[in-house]
């Protein structure tokens, strides 16, 4: 009786041993990892007000007091500034291929602007 528990003793301590480092090894790494998204601009730029969706995201860059809504595919690596304009842009949103954003077009007015990246209009 007393061979067979230590032989139950050596088995169940040589299985723990085996399934804890073999499991541990095949355990995969839960750091968080960052990336970043944005190189464009100078040092003097500031960016603002990002959003995703998918693989997309969009946000905004203030270079000297204008902002500009951008967006870069993950996927693909392309930014594209949405729409080339001396207006002040903010707030964007992106849904699928649909960018909207605020844009002023006077001291007094604002509009919501859309664009469809996928079509380009």
Not at 9 to 15: G, L, P, Q, R
Not at 34 to 43: C, D, E, M, P, R
Not at 82 to 102: C, E, F, H, M
Request: glycine share 6%; hydrophobic share 40%.
């Amino acid at each position: 009786m007393k061979s067979c528990m230590i032989i139950f003793i050596i088995f169940f301590v040589s299985a723990f041993f085996f399934c804890g480092a073999v499991s541990a090894a095949s355990v995969q790494s839960t750091h968080n990892t960052t990336a970043k998204i944005s190189n464009v601009g100078t040092l003097y730029s500031f960016k603002d007000s990002s959003a995703i969706d998918g693989n997309r995201v969009v946000w905004i860059q203030t270079t000297s007091g204008h902002s500009v809504v951008y967006t870069k595919n993950l996927k693909t690596g392309k930014t594209i500034k949405i729409l080339a304009t001396k207006q002040t842009q903010y707030d964007p949103a992106i849904s699928g291929t649909r960018v909207v954003w605020l844009q002023a077009v006077s001291s007094i007015k604002t509009f919501i602007y859309e664009k469809n990246l996928a079509t380009g209009s």
